[in-house]
């Protein structure tokens, strides 16, 4: 009897039967799964925490002052080259500005015997107004008064022009008398000297009240701040980068419109994504409710920190550094049975169910009640409502 011919048609077929069979037989083979359905879904996630302020801020400091003469007043804005204080370095000394006095009265005693007894009254005007001032300046200097010490030099200087200019074209020149109008001048000359105006780098909000953390705390180490930073500050503790006891803070000037709100999360629930925009307010000041919106998120074992951008008006925020926090979003993505979520490598997931076995399918877990959780595939349109995953 001939053999028949095996054609390519009969491993097709075989084939074919050895797929149909795997697919009917396929948990069997590779093990019973439960089969869920992905739906849309929706939750709110509200929590306190405690937080860090970090502000955008520039610092203004000196090494060596003696004295510090505000311009600009306490949390009011100013534009970029005004000037905002003026320090007076260690050379400033009130011995020199008991000297200046004395030349001064000379001058006055002076007058008496140039005039001898003829009665000048225009020059007394001069003369009071001179001495008024002086006067003035020397409360301001021995802060028995308050005032604008910038101001009340450029008085006193025009005072003492006045009299200069009167006295040359109505007494005949006399060398004494000169040399103690260059002398009277020298000597305030010399107190300028003694000042160096500070001007602003750039426009925002003045505040001569400082913490020492504003140059630890910054924009520019913003990615490099971790959650052992953040709570040295909640207990008080220094950073590396914090103000050096060797320099005097003068000021800072801050954008009130951008700042940022490193949150910390220690019951291991709390699982932040980049891009959510938050609602929190700050315990103290339960009236003022901001948002923000999550740029980093750094994770310690149990402990989560998520920092926030925020573009409200920082308004008495300006003050604070550190506090407890209430924060609440509004959560949507997909809802999943909280036994779908498998762990894979450390990384959260679904098994997707397209090929026998799934497809393991990357998610962050928005929330999770122990029932159902709210997932967002790290991988867009990979998995939606109506797709179906395992449980395993």
Excluded at 59 to 69: D, F, K, L, M
Excluded at 276 to 289: I, K, P
Excluded at 305 to 332: C, F, H, K, W
Aim: charged letters at 25%; glycine letters at 6%; hydrophobic letters at 40%.
């Amino acid at each position: 009897m001939a053999r028949k011919r095996v054609t390519g048609r009969f491993y097709v077929f075989l084939m074919l039967v050895a797929a149909l069979v795997l697919f009917l037989f396929r948990d069997s083979i590779f093990g019973a799964s439960e089969v869920v359905n992905v739906l849309d879904g929706a939750a709110s996630d509200v929590r306190s925490a405690q937080a860090v302020i970090i502000r955008d801020e520039l610092p203004a400091t000196e090494t060596q002052v003696t004295r510090v003469e505000y311009v600009a007043d306490e949390h009011t804005l100013v534009k970029k080259n005004d000037i905002v204080a003026y320090v007076y370095s260690l050379e400033y000394s009130e011995k020199k500005l008991q000297e200046l006095n004395r030349t001064r009265k000379n001058i006055q005693e002076y007058h008496k015997v140039v005039l001898g007894k003829e009665l000048d009254s225009q020059l007394e005007v001069y003369d009071l107004n001179v001495k008024q001032k002086a006067l003035e300046l020397k409360s301001l200097v021995l802060r028995t008064t308050h005032g604008n010490l910038l101001k009340l030099i450029d008085q006193l200087t025009d005072a003492m022009e006045q009299r200069r200019q009167y006295m040359s074209a109505n007494m005949r020149s006399d060398a004494k008398l000169i040399k103690y109008y260059d002398d009277e001048t020298q000597k305030l000359n010399s107190i300028e000297s003694w000042r160096t105006a500070r001007t602003a780098d750039r426009d925002g909000v003045v505040s001569f009240y400082m913490d020492g953390y504003e140059s630890a705390l910054s924009v520019d180490r913003l990615e490099e701040l971790s959650v052992a930073d953040m709570r040295a500050v909640l207990a008080g503790e220094s950073l590396d980068g914090s103000a050096s006891r060797t320099v005097t803070p003068i000021y800072r000037i801050v954008d009130q419109n951008k700042w940022y709100l490193s949150v910390l999360s220690a019951d291991g629930s709390w699982n932040p994504v980049i891009g959510t925009l938050y609602n929190f307010q700050l315990e103290g000041y339960e009236d003022l409710v901001y948002s923000g919106t999550v740029i980093r998120v750094q994770k310690t074992g149990s402990t989560v920190m998520a920092q926030l951008e925020v573009t409200d008006p920082i308004g008495p925020l300006i003050y604070q550094r550190a506090g407890n926090v209430v924060l609440g979003t509004n959560l949507s993505g997909l809802l999943v049975p909280s036994r779908a979520v498998s762990q894979m490598n450390g990384q959260s997931g679904v098994w997707l169910y397209d090929v026998p076995g799934g497809t393991f399918v990357p998610v962050d877990v928005l929330n999770n009640d122990g029932k159902n959780a709210l997932i967002l595939p790290l991988v867009e349109g990979v998995i939606g409502a109506g797709s179906r995953v395992l449980i395993k």
